[in-house]
């Protein structure tokens, strides 16, 4: 039973990747469960593996709805289905698709296979994290989006009125010689 490391990176953002172990006789499930805590997907959110050739086209089907593996069915269960059953090079590469309303997606590539070597540590297990995940970038554009709503309630985008267009001819103070004497006397002495 070796262990398999994986790297999950988000399509639309490459610098969004998890690290994920599991043991080859885990199963898809166990990976598609670890990979929604990871990247702080909910809980109930289901998903799809494909298996891909190098040009990327979609081959066998997993899903975490089917329950049972039926000969000729259009898609396999990933409760069902250990990873290593699926795995025929170190360079197997799937696809992870989320069924949700935003539908992200997710390449899937072996980084490492490695002997088990220990049963201290529970598999699978999320080892590096980079980048935001999409549930909280989603959040920071609605954010940035109430920003550019309220310049644009405010308005403060209208520069009128500041720098040169607003200035008068005499000067940035308003004053010319003849205010000068009523401002405090700082123009020509009479």
């Known amino acids: 039973m070796p262990l398999i490391k994986f790297k999950v990176s988000w399509e639309e953002d490459d ?4 690290n994920i172990v599991l043991v080859s006789s885990q199963s898809f499930f166990e990976f598609h469960t670890c990979i929604k805590f990871s990247l702080q997907f909910p809980e109930n959110m289901e998903g799809l593996f494909y298996l891909i050739d190098e040009k990327r086209v979609k081959g ?23 990873v290593g059953a699926l795995i025929n090079d170190p360079d197997q590469k799937f696809i992870y698709e989320c069924v949700h309303p935003k539908a992200w997606t997710f390449l899937v590539e ?24 999409p549930v909280n970038f989603i959040s920071m554009a609605t954010e940035k989006d109430a920003v550019a709503e309220i310049v644009e309630k405010y308005d403060l985008n209208n520069t009128e009125g500041f720098g040169d267009e607003g200035e008068d001819e005499a000067g940035l103070d308003g004053f010319g010689e003849e205010g000068a004497e009523e401002a405090g006397g700082f123009g020509e002495e009479v």
Do not use: Q
């Open 15 to 18: 610098a969004t990747y998890r």
């Open 110 to 133: 072996i980084i490492s296979i490695s002997p088990f070597d220990s049963d201290l540590i529970n598999y699978p297990k999320c080892i590096k994290s980079e980048g935001i995940s």
């Open 60 to 82: 066998i089907t997993l899903s975490s709805v089917v329950e049972k593996n039926l000969r000729g069915a259009p898609e396999l269960s990933m409760k069902k289905t250990p």
